[in-house]
């Protein structure tokens, strides 16, 4: 499984790239492997604050629906509405074309509390 090391994870299984003072965010392939294939996604909208730890969002797969949490509180300043007609896009890409929001973080000390990618390979081998 591919697990890019510049990225920081979260528990939750999602990924963040720093990017310009802001910060791209969509799910691992972990998770997206563990979901099988996603069928819908529902993102929040441009100018949405998100909340450290709270609900973002879902991903719908044939088998569940799974909550996406934010990894850091900020406002959501761009939105991957390609996922809109394509969601699958986060089975074939989860670490290009699936990105789902851009953030501008609001605390940006919550940064450290993510993972490295060694960590998270150890939380998801446990």
């Known amino acids: 499984m ?3 090391e ?3 994870y979260s528990k939750e299984h999602e990924w963040i790239k720093k990017e310009n003072g802001n910060v ?8 997206q ?13 441009v100018g949405d604050e998100l909340t450290v730890d709270e609900p973002f969002g879902s991903v719908e797969s044939v088998k569940t629906v799974s909550e996406l949490y934010a990894p850091l509180s900020g406002k959501v300043v761009e939105v991957n509405e390609e996922l809109d007609d394509s969601p699958e896009f986060v089975n074939e890409s989860p670490y290009e074309k699936a990105w789902m929001v ?25």
């Open 24 to 31: 791209r965010i969509g799910i691992t392939a972990f998770a």
């Open 6 to 8: 510049e990225l920081l």
């Open 2 to 4: 591919s697990l890019p």
């Open 102 to 126: 851009v953030v501008e973080p609001s605390n940006e000390s919550e940064l450290d509390e993510l993972l490295s990618a060694d960590q998270y390979k150890a939380l998801i081998e446990e």
């Open 33 to 45: 492997d563990e979901l099988g294939d996603i069928v819908f996604v529902e993102l929040p909208e």
